[in-house]
């Protein structure tokens, strides 16, 4: 016991520390940016660090709201209409989680193919970038951007409309907003290394609050005004919204939502738990159904508490193995720290701009969304390159759902073409002026290459000799055993010498 409270003062107090001062700004920026209430970000923070940490097999892995969602959370607030409502499909994705937890199918994040989910993750990055424009500039109505990425170019903000901006917009957020940017970017430079222990989006906030009191208490011009400032209640227990039950089977969407954001949610938690894994230096590895269970349990808790959707998230993950955590005290360290900041100095969260959050969540965006990551796609070949790229021009067009669905198709149309090209080898040889063919069926032969096989066995010429393998084959299909047999006839007809090697002949079957 000892050890452990050693390890806590000497690794995960600190580590849970700089990881709390990562997430606070992030918990409101993903909250702002879903459209739901502010203080909603703060307590999935809180479980995320209280509750999951708790239950999850992994070490180092930090849950809280993630950006991966905002987009999903946005669109079913707004179509569902009713934020209690909303909470409902929380609850459905998080027993959803539970299920797949306990059915340990933590193995269904391999199924989805790496093209589509990092084509889903760089369109949840363009729309999140588009989307923080208007705050960046002080567009003081956040609920601006609920609406899809088509719509929001329809909206008075782009416009033209000057006195539009004249009325919502103001210098001090610009200046804010450049500040913010500015000082995150040199945070991250090599040369800033000394000054680790404070996060770049920390110090972005930081730098925003005081380019606002500058504004305010200096000069006096151009300050901002209290409707482009952070905003949660004093006492958050008296302004938290819970769900209604009542609702609960009266709407389809309400499943489809909520099903859509627990397969959502975790596959953004598999994933950030494979990179964890790597980063870990005692390379220990997460029980991934474990991991399902317990983010299921935190999901349910954060939809009877009024939180928004919470995943492991690789940002705050990241920043506790920097920071040198041990073990998942850190995280839940982290979890404390952002209950006594909500408990204790909410007025002091009220200092902060949005147009800090958006820059933030700005370069959120461009890390989903790089550049290089589409030179990369690119050099993978069209194979991997085409399902990512139309995987993001369908969800920018339309929806996620319908984006990501796509991409799967393209991709298993990808996959069945190849498969169609190693199913099965055909070699040609020459024997005493007697052609030879060599068909060898690979590891597992399906019904998907009949057609080219029939084709191929109908392309031998007469009075030749041909030998079908199937020795190394785990599977063949019924169909391809049929036109296997179905060919015996044909050859001897064709004066075809055929040899089959353990292949097995089945009684041809005719249609009627």
């Not at 990092?118 to 567009?139: C, R």
């Not at 031998?460 to 391809?480: K, M, N, R």
């Not at 179905?486 to 007809?493: D, G, L, S, V």
């Amino acid at each position: 016991m000892k050890y452990y409270r050693l390890v806590w003062l000497k690794h995960d107090l600190p580590a849970g520390l700089s990881v709390f001062l990562v997430a606070l700004p992030l918990c409101l920026g993903i909250a702002l940016a879903s459209g739901a209430p502010l203080y909603a970000g703060l307590l999935s923070g809180i479980v995320g660090g209280l509750v999951v940490s708790l239950v999850s097999g992994s070490q180092l892995a930090v849950s809280g709201p993630a950006a991966g969602l905002t987009t999903l959370v946005a669109a079913s607030i707004v179509s569902l209409g009713d934020y209690r409502i909303f909470l409902l499909a929380v609850i459905i994705a998080g027993v959803f989680q539970l299920v797949l937890g306990l059915l340990k199918l933590g193995v269904i994040a391999n199924y989805f193919p790496a093209a589509v989910i990092k084509g889903m993750l760089a369109a949840i990055g363009i729309i999140l970038i588009s989307k923080q424009v208007p705050l960046a500039l002080g567009y003081d109505q956040p609920d601006f951007w609920r609406s899809g990425f088509i719509e929001i170019f329809s909206k008075e903000v782009f416009s033209g409309d000057f006195d539009f901006y004249r009325e919502h917009m103001t210098l001090a957020a610009v200046a804010v907003t450049l500040a913010s940017l500015m000082v995150m970017a040199i945070f991250q430079r090599p040369y800033f290394k000394r000054f680790s222990y404070i996060p770049a989006a920390l110090a972005g906030v930081l730098a925003g609050v005081l380019i606002n009191l500058i504004f305010t208490e200096v000069s006096g011009i151009y300050p901002l005004k209290r409707t482009q400032l952070v905003d949660i209640p004093l006492n958050i227990m008296e302004s938290i919204t819970f769900p209604d039950f009542s609702k609960l089977f009266t709407s389809l969407q309400l499943w489809k939502d909520g099903l859509f954001i627990g397969l959502l949610a975790t596959l953004e938690t598999l994933l950030c738990i494979e990179a964890i894994d790597k980063l870990d230096q005692r390379h220990r590895i997460t029980p991934v159904n474990r991991e399902l269970f317990a983010q299921g349990v935190g999901n349910i808790v954060c939809g009877l508490l009024g939180a928004i959707p919470i995943t492991a998230v690789v940002v705050r993950g990241a920043a506790n193995v920097q920071a040198g955590g041990r073990t998942k005290l850190s995280s839940f360290t982290h979890g404390i720290f952002m209950l006594i900041a909500v408990a204790a100095i909410p007025m002091v969260i009220n200092f902060i701009p949005y147009a800090s959050l958006a820059a933030i969540l700005l370069v959120t965006g461009y890390n989903l969304t790089k550049p290089s990551l589409y030179v990369k796609m690119w050099r993978l070949g069209w194979t991997q390159f085409f399902p990512f790229i139309i995987t993001i021009v369908i969800i920018l067009a339309t929806d996620l759902l319908i984006g990501v669905s796509i991409g799967l198709l393209i991709s298993m149309y990808y996959i069945i073409q190849q498969n169609f090209k190693t199913e099965y080898k055909i070699t040609k040889s020459t024997f005493q002026g007697i052609e030879h063919f060599y068909i060898k069926l690979n590891t597992d032969v399906t019904f998907l290459n009949k057609v080219k096989l029939r084709k191929t066995l109908d392309e031998v010429p007469e009075y030749s000799v041909l030998t079908i393998d199937g020795s190394e084959s785990d599977f063949i299909d019924h169909d391809i055993l049929e036109i296997i047999s179905e060919f015996e006839t044909k050859a001897r007809y064709k004066h075809i010498e055929l040899h089959l090697r353990e292949i097995e002949r089945v009684e041809v079957v005719s249609g009627h």
